[in-house]
Protein backbone atom coordinates (compact mmCIF):
# COMPACT_ATOMS: atom_id res chain seq x y z
CA UNK A 1 0.00 0.00 0.00
CA UNK A 2 1.06 3.43 -1.09
CA UNK A 3 2.22 6.34 1.48
CA UNK A 4 -0.51 8.16 0.05
CA UNK A 5 -2.96 5.94 0.98
CA UNK A 6 -2.01 4.96 4.57
CA UNK A 7 -2.39 8.67 5.40
CA UNK A 8 -5.65 8.84 3.70
CA UNK A 9 -6.50 5.65 5.44
CA UNK A 10 -5.26 7.23 8.55
CA UNK A 11 -6.96 10.15 8.72
CA UNK A 12 -10.22 8.83 8.26
CA UNK A 13 -9.14 7.14 11.52
CA UNK A 14 -8.55 10.41 13.15
CA UNK A 15 -11.95 11.55 12.39
CA UNK A 16 -13.25 8.95 13.96
CA UNK A 17 -11.54 9.77 17.20
CA UNK A 18 -12.52 13.23 16.78
CA UNK A 19 -16.32 11.98 16.93
CA UNK A 20 -15.87 9.36 19.59
CA UNK A 21 -16.88 10.10 23.31
CA UNK A 22 -13.89 10.20 25.21
CA UNK A 23 -12.92 13.49 24.22
CA UNK A 24 -12.14 15.91 27.31
CA UNK A 25 -11.54 19.64 27.54
CA UNK A 26 -8.18 20.65 27.42
CA UNK A 27 -7.32 24.17 27.11
CA UNK A 28 -9.57 26.22 29.82
CA UNK A 29 -11.82 29.07 29.41
CA UNK A 30 -12.41 27.80 25.70
CA UNK A 31 -15.22 25.09 24.09
CA UNK A 32 -11.63 22.87 22.57
CA UNK A 33 -11.88 19.11 23.17
CA UNK A 34 -9.00 17.21 22.53
CA UNK A 35 -7.55 13.95 21.97
CA UNK A 36 -3.55 14.05 22.99
CA UNK A 37 -1.97 10.34 22.24
CA UNK A 38 1.74 9.70 22.13
CA UNK A 39 2.14 10.53 18.46
CA UNK A 40 -0.93 13.16 17.80
CA UNK A 41 -2.61 15.83 18.78
CA UNK A 42 -6.58 16.73 17.90
CA UNK A 43 -8.55 19.22 18.89
CA UNK A 44 -12.27 19.62 18.06
CA UNK A 45 -14.81 22.21 18.79
CA UNK A 46 -12.94 24.97 19.23
CA UNK A 47 -14.99 27.53 16.98
CA UNK A 48 -11.93 29.50 16.49
CA UNK A 49 -11.64 30.62 19.79
CA UNK A 50 -7.74 29.89 19.71
CA UNK A 51 -4.87 32.12 18.72
CA UNK A 52 -2.06 29.57 18.72
CA UNK A 53 -1.83 26.21 19.48
CA UNK A 54 -1.27 24.69 23.10
CA UNK A 55 2.34 23.94 24.12
CA UNK A 56 2.65 21.48 25.88
CA UNK A 57 6.43 19.65 27.86
CA UNK A 58 9.38 19.40 25.24
CA UNK A 59 9.07 15.68 25.71
CA UNK A 60 5.83 15.56 24.18
CA UNK A 61 5.91 17.94 21.71
CA UNK A 62 8.68 16.45 19.93
CA UNK A 63 7.09 13.28 19.70
CA UNK A 64 4.02 14.63 18.38
CA UNK A 65 3.97 13.68 14.36
CA UNK A 66 0.17 14.39 14.14
CA UNK A 67 -1.49 17.64 14.27
CA UNK A 68 -5.59 17.97 13.73
CA UNK A 69 -6.79 21.32 14.48
CA UNK A 70 -10.21 22.33 12.42
CA UNK A 71 -11.25 25.47 12.63
CA UNK A 72 -9.76 25.80 15.76
CA UNK A 73 -7.89 28.69 14.84
CA UNK A 74 -8.11 32.49 14.36
CA UNK A 75 -4.64 33.49 12.99
CA UNK A 76 -1.74 31.43 12.02
CA UNK A 77 -0.08 29.66 15.17
CA UNK A 78 3.36 31.12 16.36
CA UNK A 79 3.84 28.38 18.17
CA UNK A 80 4.04 25.70 15.55
CA UNK A 81 7.83 25.39 15.62
CA UNK A 82 7.37 23.66 18.61
CA UNK A 83 6.37 20.93 16.74
CA UNK A 84 9.05 20.10 14.45
CA UNK A 85 8.50 16.53 13.86
CA UNK A 86 4.72 17.24 12.47
CA UNK A 87 4.06 14.92 9.38
CA UNK A 88 0.53 15.53 8.98
CA UNK A 89 -0.70 19.16 10.04
CA UNK A 90 -4.94 19.92 9.21
CA UNK A 91 -5.35 23.04 9.87
CA UNK A 92 -8.25 23.06 7.49
CA UNK A 93 -11.04 25.70 8.69
CA UNK A 94 -8.85 28.44 10.43
CA UNK A 95 -9.06 31.92 9.36
CA UNK A 96 -6.05 33.06 8.30
CA UNK A 97 -6.98 35.68 5.51
CA UNK A 98 -3.87 37.12 3.86
CA UNK A 99 -1.88 36.63 7.18
CA UNK A 100 2.02 35.94 7.86
CA UNK A 101 2.53 32.04 6.85
CA UNK A 102 5.85 30.06 7.71
CA UNK A 103 5.97 26.54 6.88
CA UNK A 104 9.95 26.88 7.09
CA UNK A 105 10.33 24.72 10.42
CA UNK A 106 8.55 21.51 9.16
CA UNK A 107 10.76 19.67 7.39
CA UNK A 108 9.10 16.85 7.70
CA UNK A 109 5.48 17.09 6.48
CA UNK A 110 4.21 14.63 4.23
CA UNK A 111 0.32 16.12 4.46
CA UNK A 112 -0.73 19.24 4.62
CA UNK A 113 -4.61 20.51 4.57
CA UNK A 114 -5.06 24.59 4.28
CA UNK A 115 -8.70 24.19 2.94
CA UNK A 116 -10.96 26.29 4.20
CA UNK A 117 -8.81 28.89 5.66
CA UNK A 118 -9.65 32.19 3.79
CA UNK A 119 -6.07 32.59 2.12
CA UNK A 120 -6.04 34.94 -1.10
CA UNK A 121 -2.51 34.01 -1.90
CA UNK A 122 -0.67 30.68 -2.11
CA UNK A 123 2.19 30.38 0.35
CA UNK A 124 5.69 30.35 -1.56
CA UNK A 125 6.64 26.52 -1.09
CA UNK A 126 9.39 26.83 -3.12
CA UNK A 127 10.88 28.95 -0.56
CA UNK A 128 10.49 26.29 2.31
CA UNK A 129 12.22 22.43 2.73
CA UNK A 130 9.24 20.36 2.31
CA UNK A 131 10.88 17.77 0.14
CA UNK A 132 8.49 15.16 1.69
CA UNK A 133 5.12 16.74 1.09
CA UNK A 134 2.74 14.43 -0.78
CA UNK A 135 -0.50 15.40 -0.09
CA UNK A 136 -1.32 19.43 -0.43
CA UNK A 137 -4.65 20.84 -0.03
CA UNK A 138 -5.13 24.37 -0.45
CA UNK A 139 -9.17 24.18 -1.60
CA UNK A 140 -11.98 26.02 -1.03
CA UNK A 141 -9.80 29.33 -0.66
CA UNK A 142 -9.97 32.85 -1.87
CA UNK A 143 -6.80 32.29 -4.25
CA UNK A 144 -7.15 33.83 -7.62
CA UNK A 145 -2.94 33.27 -8.85
CA UNK A 146 -1.94 30.17 -9.00
CA UNK A 147 2.20 30.20 -9.67
CA UNK A 148 3.80 27.19 -10.61
CA UNK A 149 6.74 28.03 -9.96
CA UNK A 150 5.92 27.99 -5.73
CA UNK A 151 5.65 24.19 -6.53
CA UNK A 152 8.83 23.78 -8.36
CA UNK A 153 10.98 22.29 -5.01
CA UNK A 154 8.10 19.60 -4.06
CA UNK A 155 9.94 17.16 -5.54
CA UNK A 156 7.52 14.44 -4.04
CA UNK A 157 4.30 15.99 -4.40
CA UNK A 158 1.46 13.60 -5.60
CA UNK A 159 -1.70 14.87 -5.05
CA UNK A 160 -2.60 18.65 -5.16
CA UNK A 161 -6.08 20.35 -4.47
CA UNK A 162 -6.88 23.57 -5.52
CA UNK A 163 -10.58 23.23 -6.26
CA UNK A 164 -13.57 25.84 -5.50
CA UNK A 165 -10.84 28.74 -5.76
CA UNK A 166 -12.13 31.45 -7.49
CA UNK A 167 -8.73 30.85 -9.95
CA UNK A 168 -8.19 33.13 -13.17
CA UNK A 169 -4.99 33.19 -14.04
CA UNK A 170 -2.06 30.47 -13.69
CA UNK A 171 1.33 30.96 -14.35
CA UNK A 172 4.24 28.50 -15.12
CA UNK A 173 2.10 25.65 -15.72
CA UNK A 174 4.79 23.44 -16.83
CA UNK A 175 6.43 23.57 -13.21
CA UNK A 176 3.84 21.82 -11.98
CA UNK A 177 3.99 19.43 -15.14
CA UNK A 178 7.14 18.51 -14.63
CA UNK A 179 6.84 16.96 -11.01
CA UNK A 180 8.05 13.83 -11.08
CA UNK A 181 5.43 12.02 -9.00
CA UNK A 182 2.40 14.53 -9.52
CA UNK A 183 -0.08 12.09 -9.81
CA UNK A 184 -3.40 14.29 -9.50
CA UNK A 185 -4.59 18.31 -9.61
CA UNK A 186 -7.88 19.22 -9.18
CA UNK A 187 -8.14 22.59 -10.93
CA UNK A 188 -11.71 22.90 -10.73
CA UNK A 189 -12.54 26.56 -10.07
CA UNK A 190 -15.62 28.67 -9.01
CA UNK A 191 -14.25 31.03 -11.82
CA UNK A 192 -15.79 30.75 -15.36
CA UNK A 193 -12.77 31.58 -17.25
CA UNK A 194 -9.01 30.89 -16.37
CA UNK A 195 -6.13 32.57 -18.18
CA UNK A 196 -2.66 30.58 -18.74
CA UNK A 197 0.13 32.27 -19.17
CA UNK A 198 3.79 31.33 -20.34
CA UNK A 199 2.55 27.90 -22.19
CA UNK A 200 4.67 24.97 -22.80
CA UNK A 201 6.62 25.47 -25.85
CA UNK A 202 7.02 22.59 -28.36
CA UNK A 203 10.49 21.94 -27.13
CA UNK A 204 9.36 21.69 -23.19
CA UNK A 205 6.71 19.22 -24.53
CA UNK A 206 8.71 17.08 -26.25
CA UNK A 207 11.15 17.08 -22.81
CA UNK A 208 8.34 16.51 -21.04
CA UNK A 209 6.79 13.55 -23.24
CA UNK A 210 10.45 11.86 -22.68
CA UNK A 211 10.41 12.22 -19.21
CA UNK A 212 6.70 10.55 -19.16
CA UNK A 213 8.01 7.91 -21.29
CA UNK A 214 10.54 6.99 -19.47
CA UNK A 215 8.62 7.43 -15.84
CA UNK A 216 5.02 5.39 -17.54
CA UNK A 217 3.58 8.32 -15.50
CA UNK A 218 0.17 9.23 -15.09
CA UNK A 219 -1.15 12.77 -14.64
CA UNK A 220 -4.90 13.42 -13.79
CA UNK A 221 -6.08 17.10 -14.28
CA UNK A 222 -9.43 17.83 -13.46
CA UNK A 223 -10.39 21.37 -14.84
CA UNK A 224 -13.80 23.27 -15.73
CA UNK A 225 -12.25 26.64 -17.18
CA UNK A 226 -9.24 25.71 -19.39
CA UNK A 227 -9.45 23.57 -22.65
CA UNK A 228 -6.67 20.72 -23.32
CA UNK A 229 -6.34 22.63 -26.65
CA UNK A 230 -5.11 25.51 -24.57
CA UNK A 231 -2.48 24.07 -23.11
CA UNK A 232 -0.88 21.84 -25.69
CA UNK A 233 1.10 23.23 -28.90
CA UNK A 234 -0.85 24.99 -31.71
CA UNK A 235 -2.09 21.96 -34.53
CA UNK A 236 0.30 23.71 -36.79
CA UNK A 237 3.30 22.57 -34.64
CA UNK A 238 1.79 19.40 -34.20
CA UNK A 239 4.56 17.89 -37.26
CA UNK A 240 7.56 19.56 -34.93
CA UNK A 241 6.67 16.79 -32.50
CA UNK A 242 7.02 12.94 -33.36
CA UNK A 243 3.95 11.11 -33.46
CA UNK A 244 4.85 9.20 -30.74
CA UNK A 245 5.56 11.87 -28.38
CA UNK A 246 2.15 13.22 -28.84
CA UNK A 247 0.44 9.94 -28.00
CA UNK A 248 2.56 9.46 -24.88
CA UNK A 249 1.31 13.08 -24.16
CA UNK A 250 -2.25 12.11 -24.78
CA UNK A 251 -2.01 8.82 -23.05
CA UNK A 252 -0.47 10.25 -20.23
CA UNK A 253 -3.39 12.77 -19.62
CA UNK A 254 -6.07 10.40 -20.67
CA UNK A 255 -7.65 9.70 -17.43
CA UNK A 256 -7.91 13.62 -17.17
CA UNK A 257 -11.03 15.75 -17.86
CA UNK A 258 -11.03 19.40 -19.26
CA UNK A 259 -14.72 20.30 -18.92
CA UNK A 260 -15.47 23.96 -20.11
CA UNK A 261 -18.23 26.13 -20.71
CA UNK A 262 -17.40 29.38 -21.17
CA UNK A 263 -13.76 28.93 -23.35
CA UNK A 264 -14.59 25.81 -25.66
CA UNK A 265 -12.43 26.59 -29.06
CA UNK A 266 -14.50 26.13 -32.17
CA UNK A 267 -13.92 23.20 -34.16
CA UNK A 268 -11.69 23.21 -37.14
CA UNK A 269 -11.61 20.94 -40.07
CA UNK A 270 -8.48 20.79 -40.35
CA UNK A 271 -7.11 21.14 -36.79
CA UNK A 272 -9.73 18.17 -35.65
CA UNK A 273 -8.00 15.63 -37.70
CA UNK A 274 -4.41 16.37 -36.63
CA UNK A 275 -5.83 16.00 -33.06
CA UNK A 276 -7.87 12.53 -34.28
CA UNK A 277 -4.54 10.69 -35.57
CA UNK A 278 -2.26 11.60 -32.34
CA UNK A 279 -5.12 9.93 -30.17
CA UNK A 280 -5.59 7.09 -32.02
CA UNK A 281 -3.08 5.33 -29.85
CA UNK A 282 -3.52 1.36 -29.63
CA UNK A 283 -5.84 1.29 -26.60
CA UNK A 284 -9.18 -0.66 -26.93
CA UNK A 285 -10.60 1.38 -23.82
CA UNK A 286 -9.00 4.58 -25.43
CA UNK A 287 -12.92 5.83 -26.17
CA UNK A 288 -13.98 5.39 -22.40
CA UNK A 289 -11.25 7.82 -21.45
CA UNK A 290 -12.09 10.83 -19.41
CA UNK A 291 -10.13 13.09 -22.00
CA UNK A 292 -12.15 11.43 -24.68
CA UNK A 293 -15.20 11.75 -22.89
CA UNK A 294 -14.72 15.65 -21.76
CA UNK A 295 -12.58 17.27 -24.80
CA UNK A 296 -14.74 19.41 -26.71
CA UNK A 297 -15.13 21.84 -29.19
CA UNK A 298 -17.61 24.37 -30.11
CA UNK A 299 -19.55 23.68 -33.46
CA UNK A 300 -20.26 26.42 -36.10
CA UNK A 301 -23.77 26.89 -34.16
CA UNK A 302 -22.13 28.30 -30.80
CA UNK A 303 -24.50 26.02 -28.97
CA UNK A 304 -23.51 22.33 -29.54
CA UNK A 305 -20.25 21.21 -28.01
CA UNK A 306 -18.62 18.32 -30.19
CA UNK A 307 -16.11 15.85 -28.69
CA UNK A 308 -12.79 16.81 -30.36
CA UNK A 309 -11.30 13.03 -30.62
CA UNK A 310 -14.69 11.71 -31.80
CA UNK A 311 -14.40 10.82 -35.22
CA UNK A 312 -18.02 11.78 -35.86
CA UNK A 313 -17.33 15.40 -34.77
CA UNK A 314 -15.44 15.73 -38.17
CA UNK A 315 -18.55 14.36 -40.09
CA UNK A 316 -21.06 16.17 -38.52
CA UNK A 317 -18.71 19.32 -38.96
CA UNK A 318 -18.72 18.96 -42.51
CA UNK A 319 -22.69 18.13 -43.29
CA UNK A 320 -23.00 21.05 -40.94
CA UNK A 321 -21.34 23.42 -43.92
CA UNK A 322 -23.15 20.96 -46.58
CA UNK A 323 -26.15 22.20 -45.00
CA UNK A 324 -25.36 26.11 -44.89
CA UNK A 325 -24.73 25.92 -48.11
CA UNK A 326 -27.77 24.51 -49.29
Known amino acids: MSKVHQLLIFLCFLSTLTNSTNISSCISNTPCK ?18 DLPIFNPNTSINITTIIAQYALNRWPLHLCTYSNIE ?22 IHLNLSNTSMKKIP ?36 LIIENNPLK ?27 IKNLLTVTQWIDLAHKWNNSNKTFIIRTNTFSLQSILPNPEQFQLISLDLMKIILKTLSNSTFTTLFSTPKC ?36 IHARLFDQRTFTDLNLFKIHVHF
Open 88 to 109: ILDLSGSNFDSQYIDLSCLTQL
Open 34 to 51: CILTEHSFILNNCLHSLP
Open 169 to 195: EINYFEYLLNLSYLKFINLISSSSIMT
Open 124 to 159: NFDKYSLKYLQILDISNNQIEILDGSFFRLLNNLSI
Open 268 to 303: NCIYIRNYQQIFSFNNYHKNLSSLFQSTTCLMPNGI
